[in-house]
């Protein structure tokens, strides 16, 4: 038997399979998906690589084909579904199977196992008060004190080592000297990290989450959103859209959908956007499974990590909840993946290979024969055009599921009138009476920022020069202390007192960041709580549930944050939402622009008036006749689709066509640009007459980060699969011309911004 494997080597070049003799002491112990170790190269050095299959003939001269030395040490194997998912998203992304295969595989090696170890008493409670009698004659202090401890404190007679240790004072060698007299006898045994339960929010909330679950009760609406969806899928409907205003009870939806999975005995993966959403959502989860869900993030250790994946490859768990890379997850029968807030940018990954997570889900489940649901209350233009084209089935749910809680008032405020006014604050004048009227009622506010921290630029009033980083093509930061910081490379300098062009002394701050707006809220109300939730207050492990949990117990009664504020949180006290210079990304050189805006405000009004009091939002605008601020005010999903769509068919961008994004980067600014120029000519030639449209090559919105020259080459037509072959062409003369050795070049489908 032969095995063909991917060598572990990122590089073009070796993106190949080699094969290899399975040595008689391997065979029957390999399986596809394991890690190996095989001699490699002229000087046969030992490198690992993966095993993608199997074969009883070889395809090489035999006398020449290696033999496989071992299993990689403390090696993670692949499941072989995923590998074949590997395949297909290398085919459809670009980049190596080297690269495919590690994105599928969430651990990359084995952890240590946890070890729990307790003592426990050997003795009948009479002979142990015997011996404490004994010990306590012979001022054995140490001695008498543990086995006091073990009767008076252990659980049968047992207690933790860590307490012994610690609590007691009691070294390791009076426990020794108990076993040796067979008094005691300390117990090991491995036991799987668990993050939640490990987590005391989650304990401590659920009591409270118990409650509130059992008094809910399914709406009409969604009675008929459970079974239509069920029997869909039953019916070969892999893929749903649920598209539900804010608080219309999507997620008690999914937990029902979950629920009927689990039942016939397979499993579930909940994809939500960020960390940050976490906590919330495995309340509700915790509650209906327990120890039978758990999570998956990069806020886990390693040996938390690798644990929750094995608790899922042996059954042990049925939900895992997670961003993008939860959708790896080894279950051994995957029934359902739901993704959550599916319209979120960063269900998209920035590292090669640069999948969605959308795409690469519905494909897993066409692989294991599962369900994909997708929920948003602002769809992406995406799915929801497919699932208009009958692609993915769709529902609609219109009204919120709690009878007394309606949709928050709206109102758009003008900030260029406001500046003409003479109010250069923050905050408008009907935002702060608003604020002011909530906090004397004792109801909670949000206030949503789209940037964080002191992260300004600095310009000069009389030129217009804006400090640059001197290795990168954007501005540099203005931070506290008087210092400049380039956020893509890390150089620092500090402020100068002259504009470096013109020698004017009038250099101003552009600024306004979650820092800034907590300074002036603290001033303007100082005996009010402020929290603020951006990515410096969170960067602790549990930084996310600490600041969320303090504002649901209502120890604060303002939140100041980014983006993640605004996603799927439920807090029933909040009655007031302020989005402030919320269209700060209308005008970004982003084809998604408006959607974005209108997503993010549209989710942002949407926190508010959740519970039984009835709910206000102020957008605060320079643009207030914008179609995406207009529609996000009244909540109109259908009036910016229609727009939206118009404008992306008129300029042929995605949905409507599709783009393919060549990235290319060097060090050499000149070779980038004869090898940029090359790879345009080639793909006109490869595309012969196919109604392929070529633009470029350009400089990207940064063109220089950290001294690296950056161009990007696009591809646009209607058929996707147009695109896949092009990208397999380019590959293909890549590799082939030894003038892109220098230049790296990356592939990217659909890009999230041109």
Partial sequence: MFANIIIDITHEKLDKIFQYRIPSELEGMLEVGAEVEVPFGRGNRLTKGYIIGFSETCDYDLSKVKAINGLAEKSVGIEAKLVALAAWMKEHYGGTMIQALKTVLPIKRQESAKVKRQVRLLLSKEEAEEKLLLYQKKNQKARARLLEALLRDGTDGVLPYELVVQKLNITRTVVRALEEQNVLALESENVFRNPLADNPGI??????????????????????????????????????????????????????????????????????????????????????????????????????????????????????????????????????????????????????????????????????????????????????????????GLITLTERAKAHAKMAQVEVVDMRAELKEGNHSILSHSLYEKMEQRLKDGEQIMLFLNRRGYAGFLSCRECGHVIKCPHCDVSLSTHRGGKLVCHYCGHEEYKPLNCPECGSKHLGEFKVGTQQVEDVVQKMFPQTRVLRMDLDTTRNKNGHEEILSAFANEEAQILIGTQMIVKGHDFPNV???????????????????????????????????????????VIQTYSPDHYAIQTAAAQDYEGFYEQEMYYREMMGYPPVEHLLAVLLSCEEETLLETGADYLKNFAKRAAGKAPIQIIGPASPSIGKINDIYRKVLYLKTEKYDTLVKMKNRLEQYIEINSGYQKIRIQFDFDPMHL
Avoid: C
């Fill in 203 to 392: 304990g401590a909330d659920q009591e409270e989450s118990e409650s509130s679950e059992k008094a809910f009760s399914y709406t009409t609406a969604q009675k008929e959103a459970i079974q239509t969806v069920w029997n869909g899928l039953k019916a070969g409907q892999r893929t749903w859209l649920i598209h539900g205003v804010t608080g219309s009870g999507k997620t008690a939806l999914y937990i029902e959908w979950i629920k009927r999975t689990v039942s016939e005995g397979r499993q579930a993966i909940v994809l939500i956007p960020e960390i940050a959403l976490t906590y919330q959502t495995v309340m509700r989860f915790y509650h209906q499974f327990g120890d039978r869900v758990s999570i998956m993030n990069s806020r886990l250790s390693a040996g938390e990590r690798y644990d929750q994946m094995v608790r899922a490859k042996e059954g042990k768990i049925d939900v895992m909840i997670g961003p993008r890379s939860a959708l790896f997850t080894p279950f051994p029968n995957l029934g359902l993946i739901v993704i959550d807030e599916e319209h979120e940018t960063t269900y998209k990954s920035e590292q090669v290979p640069r999948y969605h997570a959308r795409e690469t889900a519905i494909r897993r489940a066409e692989l294991e024969d599962a369900g994909v649901i997708l929920g948003s209350a602002t769809p992406s233009l995406e799915a929801m055009y497919r699932a208009r084209n009958g692609e993915y």
């Fill in 575 to 617: 009655t007031l939402v302020g989005a402030l210079a919320a269209d700060m990304s209308l005008y970004a050189d982003d084809y998604r622009a408006g959607e974005r805006t209108f997503q993010i405000l549209t989710q942002a009004v949407g926190r508010s008036g959740r519970g039984e009091k009835a709910g206000e939002a």
